[in-house]
């Protein structure tokens, strides 16, 4: 039986966390130059999510994992809250190669996990390590129900909204350097039997930088069960002005799992973020939803205020949160992409 004949489901991101998990960063290759600049943000990132709830980082050896605890002490983090595992990787986007949690509608004791495989985006990087972090993290967790598709997916990739609904793109999902042995139906079944949702939104193109061929957590997320948030370029003469125009004509199409159509609330794009004359796909969007917070990244402009105000008028229940990330979006993502959330039972 699938997981969604089974009752199982992934709920939205803003349902109450168990924890998050998180990969620490430490590959230089990602940040060519620059990742001790990173480190800083990063660890205000864990630091915030401490205060709320629990946070698994994930690190390569004893020798990382007493280096970053002592690094999170340094900044009187809530260690009480920090659960370190000897689970090595090849890179820091947990979001895509850690294990997407799974509720169940029969059984609110259940938890399942799903291990999709991860391929670097299309075989782009070296991936042999970070393939086998949802079975290693299923193994500080036995009892949980894992499920095992056998195709690309990544957690960056999709959004849902607990209620039927996942939002993602043409550009990634359906890129042959994924899996070019499926077509668009039946990624749908794979997606409604692995997600346990029934409506699946298509967008297009993603943001101009963007490694990933188009994560949809770079472009547009659910923020309540009928509200969809999305990232507009407002100067036409900007490259991710048409593709952004053309995914909200999308969304204003779009019908949910229920038959109504979302409201959509427009979310604007930081100035434009080069750094070794390329540019980075810094976008708003990339934002996590924590228990009783919301961290968004800021790109040190104007825009990070008009961002917040946003934010905090779409989560009135959380304090919204940013933090820089301009440094940290040379790796090409940020704190969405950094982190994996595991619901509470």
């Given at each position: ?46 630091k915030?999510l401490?205060?709320?709830e ?98 690309v ?10 209620c ?8 990634c ?21 692995y ?19 188009g994560?949809?957590d ?31 004509r ?52 104007l ?42 039972l």
């Open positions: 039986m699938t997981p969604k004949e089974q009752g199982f489901y992934m709920p939205a991101e803003w349902v109450r966390h168990q924890a998050t998990w998180l990969t620490y960063p430490k590959n230089p290759d990602s940040w060519p130059g620059k990742i001790e600049t990173i480190y800083p943000s990063y660890h205000l990132f864990v915030t401490a205060e709320c629990r946070v698994h980082i994930n690190v390569d050896d004893e020798q990382m994992l007493h280096h970053v605890r002592a690094e999170l002490e340094k900044i009187d983090t809530n260690m009480q809250n920090i659960s370190l595992h000897i689970i090595p990787s090849n890179d820091a986007w947990c979001r895509d190669h850690g294990p997407a949690f799974l509720l169940n509608h029969n059984d609110p004791a259940k938890l399942g996990m799903v291990n999709w495989n991860h391929n670097a985006w299309g075989g782009k990087y070296p991936y042999e390590l970070d393939t086998e972090v949802p079975v290693r993290i299923h193994e500080t967790m036995p009892d949980v129900q894992m499920f095992t598709p056998d195709i997916m990544e957690g960056g990739s999709i959004d849902v909204n607990g039927g609904d996942l939002l993602t793109t043409t550009s999902l359906l890129n042959p350097n994924r899996n070019p042995h499926l077509n668009q139906d039946q990624i749908e079944g794979y997606l409604r039997d997600y346990g949702v029934e409506n699946i939104i298509w967008l297009g193109d993603g943001i101009v930088g963007d490694d990933t061929d994560h949809v770079d472009l547009s997320r659910f923020i309540s069960p009928d509200t969809i948030i999305t990232a507009v370029e407002e100067d036409s003469w900007d490259e991710n002005y048409e593709p952004l125009q053309k995914n909200l999308m969304l204003q199409r779009c019908r949910l799992a229920n038959g109504k159509q979302p409201t959509i609330v427009e979310l604007p794009m930081p100035d434009v973020v080069f750094y070794d004359n390329q540019r980075l796909p810094a976008s708003y969007a990339n934002f996590y939803i924590a228990n009783g917070k919301v961290i968004f990244p800021t790109y040190r402009c825009a990070d205020n008009e961002a917040a105000y946003i934010l905090e008028a779409c989560f009135p229940d959380r304090e919204v949160i940013g933090i820089d990330s301009t440094d940290i979006i040379w790796g090409l993502g940020s704190f969405h992409c950094l982190s994996q959330q595991q619901p509470a």
